[in-house]
């Protein structure tokens, strides 16, 4: 590999984008922004531009990536400006890119993550909706693209993170019993369904430890966060969802749990801050400094475990049941939560309304094998409109 790494970050306009890039910061002599990915966040982008000088910046709304052309400075033309999915791809594969941070939100993330695995990148994987959706494709992906996977999410981080480094895939095989995944509880955590019924979208981004974009905050408010990564573990350390112990823990300080047969559990603990991961990602199997607070102990003082309501929060179960059923399913289920999750946060649907949809919707879904990617996203569309249509019949 270079000594400078070349660096892709999909999604760099957003929460986990902006972590990178202030990581990429603070190591020029390590990394470099190649290509830097966003919908339409024109400003933010002009000004990453003129910080990073990528070689390519994607929009993927050809009207942005015009507005962007328009306002770029004359020092800005050391970088072009794409528009559209394929250029999503390219940058996600190019041959000069080292890294890819796969950290778009939602199943718009599936292809180009999808893309950086089949050329045979390190790819650092936040967007977590692409395992969910199409785990075992993409999981072949990364072994016949010989890609490096590594986990971001802060869960499956702290797990690889406490695996031993050999691990080859098989639980059992290593002495380990099974991974504790812990879940802060989000910021509706004790209360009862009925409390839920009038929340509103400015109280469930409001996360207690952790600042995210607006879906993700939502899905960890739901619980349907917990339900994604649970499906995520599985794939990622190819095992079975009774060997993942969803541990709530309010503190977000221990970030998951591997408990061994000989009676140890390692845990990786830290700051609720997703620039430790991230750095792990872009160093491994090296470290470099993240601009972490350091953990005070005697500051934290103590740490609560308990386990998960799943009565007030249906949506953990019903991605276990999606995970059950296999195929198409967490596909659909995925789909269908991000329709309720916008719905929701434009005030259309309810809170409580949003495991009720995805139950109606999953419940109308005749399941497929997924051997071809274009199946996925069929039943991706499907769900959607399936959601849709729901919602316009206000049966909920
Ligand atoms: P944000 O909403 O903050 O950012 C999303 C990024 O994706 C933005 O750059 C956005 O561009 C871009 N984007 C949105 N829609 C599309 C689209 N249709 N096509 C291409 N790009 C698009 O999300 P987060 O950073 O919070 O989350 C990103 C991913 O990381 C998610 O999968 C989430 O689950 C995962 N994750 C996030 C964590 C966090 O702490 N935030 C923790 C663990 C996992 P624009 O700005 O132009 O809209
Ligand atoms: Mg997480």
């Not at 509706?188 to 981004?205: N, W, Y």
């Not at 470099?288 to 740490?303: H, N, P, R, T």
């Not at 308990?306 to 991605?319: H, N, T």
Request: proline residues 6%; hydrophobic residues 45%; aromatic residues 6%.
């Amino acid at each position: 590999m270079a000594s400078i790494q070349n660096i892709t970050v999909l999604g760099a306009t957003g929460s986990i984008g902006q972590n990178t890039l202030d990581v990429i910061r603070r190591h020029p002599d390590k990394y470099r922004a190649f290509a830097l990915t966003a919908a339409r966040s024109v400003e933010q982008m002009l000004a990453d531009i003129a910080e990073f000088q990528p070689r390519y910046a994607v929009m993927v709304d050809p009207q942005a990536a015009q507005q962007l052309n328009n306002q770029l400075p004359p020092d800005g033309a050391a970088t072009e400006i794409l528009s559209g999915d394929e250029a999503l791809a390219m940058v996600a594969s190019h041959e000069e890119v080292d890294q890819v941070m796969a950290a778009i939100v939602g199943a718009a993330g599936l292809l180009p993550s999808l893309a950086a695995a089949q050329s045979g990148k390190r790819v650092l994987l936040a967007n977590k909706e692409s395992l969910v959706m199409a785990g075992p494709l993409f999981m072949q992906a990364v072994e016949q693209g010989k890609a490096e996977l590594l986990p971001i999410d802060s869960e499956h981080n702290a797990i690889f993170q406490s695996m031993p480094e050999s691990y080859t895939g098989e639980l059992s095989a290593h002495g380990i019993d099974k991974i504790l995944l812990t879940a802060s509880g989000g910021p509706f955590r004790g209360k009862s369904r009925d409390d839920l019924t009038a929340v509103t979208p400015e109280q469930a981004v409001a996360h207690p430890n952790w600042s995210m974009g607006a879906k993700i905050s939502v899905d960890s408010a739901t619980l349907m966060n917990k339900g994604l990564e649970l499906i995520e573990a599985c794939f990622l350390f190819h095992c079975l969802p009774e060997q993942v112990q969803v541990v709530v823990h309010p503190q977000s300080v221990i970030h998951s749990m591997v408990q061994y047969c000989d009676g140890s559990v390692i845990a990786q603990l830290g700051q609720p801050d997703m620039r430790t991961p991230i750095a792990y990602g872009l160093a491994w199997p090296e470290r470099v400094e993240a601009g972490v607070k350091s953990l005070d102990l005697f500051e934290i003082a103590q740490l609560d475990f308990m386990p998960p309501d799943e009565i007030s929060f249906p949506c953990l179960r019903l991605a276990k049941e999606a995970f059950a059923a296999g195929g198409t399913m967490p596909a659909v289920l995925n789909a269908a939560n991000e329709v309720a999750v916008d719905a929701f946060l434009r005030q259309e649907l309810s809170f409580t309304a949003i495991p009720d949809l995805i139950e109606q919707v999953m419940k109308r879904h005749a399941v497929q094998q997924i051997e071809q990617l274009q199946t996925v996203l069929d039943a991706d569309r499907w769900a959607r409109n399936c959601a849709q249509q729901l919602m316009t019949e206000e049966s909920l």
